[in-house]
DNA sequence: CACCCCGAGTGGTCCGACCACCTCGGTGAC
DNA sequence: GTCACCGAGGTGGTCGGACCACTCGGGGTG
């Protein structure tokens, strides 16, 4: 782990990928080590790359790979700061998994996000303050008193986002947030608006909602479970039903399980 | 409005980052919107640039993290080409969050894994293969008749993915697999061994294979959480207890700015 | 036909220059 | 004494060019 890596056999070439990648690593490592501390200063581009010995092209890159991920923030004029390294700051790039996820694979993410949902708000029915369920309460009936469905995907975002919070797991709500955000939400509600989804939607929310006031975990968890599958089950049938939609690859269907 | 003037002096730069930035999210663009197929092969670095009207080095950056996100793969002297887009690929970006999250991160992380793990192993309970509980069986008994750590903690890995794969989800075997490689799992097993936890262990894996030779989602669910809540409540203890930080090694690098 | 070699094309690395922006200290007015 | 202003220096952001390392395919060789 120090600097003259004793690797058993392979001789002095301990390059084991490009220089930047390397690079990557050694901040990662330096990291994780405990020596630059979240909210940190790291040293300026120029002797980051001096003192790994590789050109300040190669250094910038690795800092922006670092960046996009999370880990290191860099302020035009001022200098590269460690994150603080919160939930937030490292799952955002779950958004982008959920962005690029299409067929079969956004399926998948929805019933990860169902069970993940159901749990969180079966915690929040047991730890939510008065005050987060006074905002909860106020998303749903925001969302009911308007017909703009912009206006009603941002309440049902913040409805589910408080709730999230109430759970009091940030990893976990930060992940629901990659998942429910950006336009995997937006794309799912094209369309979907066209048939009676909306006052189900209106129907479950309440539901929810009311099963975080009568602190009732397992009614919590079963309304969420059930509020999520929903939409889950119109995505499969769709998939399997025609498609019409752009937005699905048509990509060849192998809907036949194993047989016998 | 994409279509952006060209001139860089005169007026409202439309501008709302840095010229990488827009880049990275101009690729995405073109992936999310179907121009670029997985596994298609991408304008080289060079025209690229041009097409975007910047310079190759900006771009360059662009492409350095689309790579680090899993979308994209450079070939040294091939090209750049669109990954398949899998669950893996995307999402092997998670094991970054399990390798720098410490403190009450760690917890919230493990609850994360505890809840997707047991839903995973009730899943796998109904729709596992004779050939894949074989694997698992096999991965059991290695893990019984050794006692190199090491080789435990591969094969209990591999006991776990084998599992998640039998779940049929693949994005939550993904996820899975990031929450429980790398140095997450060794950092947590370094000093758990120290203490009678290998029998237990063994005893949890054990009764985890059980549920699953015996179809039973119910008790797959409930032995998989209780193996994982078994750490996790290591690792909570540890934590409130004096934890004696294992971050720290002897630091390699120690920077010296030069004096004025 | 099989094999080898080589050159064009690609990503990987490096350099030097300049620009846009932030920070901080000095300076002056009040 | 206080505070607003402002300039210089340092920082990240961008650019263009050059060269290297590698891949791949086509043409020559046996």
């Given amino acids: 782990m120090d600097k003259a890596d004793e690797s058993p056999r392979s001789g002095p070439a301990v390059a084991k990928g490009t220089v930047t990648q390397r690079a990557i690593e050694r901040i990662k490592a330096m990291i994780a080590e405990g020596l ?11 002797d980051l790359a001096a003192q790994l010995g590789i ?5 910038r890159e690795a800092i922006r790979a670092l960046t996009v991920l999370g880990v290191v923030e860099a302020r035009h004029g001022s200098g590269i700061y460690v994150t603080q390294l919160q939930a937030g700051d490292l799952l955002e790039t779950f958004g982008v998994v959920a962005d ?39 998303h749903l009936t925001a969302m009911n008193a308007t017909d703009d469905p912009e206006e009603i995907l941002a309440h049902d975002l913040a409805f589910h986002r408080e709730i ?5 797991n940030e990893t976990m709500a930060a992940i629901l947030e990659g998942l429910s955000s950006r336009t995997f939400r937006a794309r799912v ?32 968890r079963a309304a969420a479970a059930a509020h999520v599958g929903e939409v889950e089950e119109w995505l499969r049938a769709q998939r ?6 752009s937005a699905v690859a048509p990509a060849p269907v192998r809907p036949a399980p194993e047989g016998p």
């Fill in 55 to 59: 050109s300040r092209s190669s250094m």
């Fill in 36 to 46: 630059l501390e979240p909210g940190q200063r790291l040293p300026t581009e120029r």
């Fill in 100 to 138: 690029l996820s299409r067929g079969p694979r956004l399926v998948e993410l929805l019933e990860v996000r169902r069970i993940l949902e159901s749990t969180a708000t079966a915690l929040a029915a047991a730890r939510i303050t008065p005050e987060q369920l006074a905002a909860v309460e106020g």
């Fill in 189 to 220: 509600w094209r369309g979907y608006r066209e048939e009676d989804a909306f006052a189900r939607t209106r129907r479950e929310h309440a539901a929810i909602h009311r099963a975080l006031a009568a602190r009732d975990p397992e009614a919590a």
């Fill in 164 to 168: 999230a919070a109430a759970a009091g």
């Fill in 240 to 245: 399997s039903a025609g498609a019409p939609s």
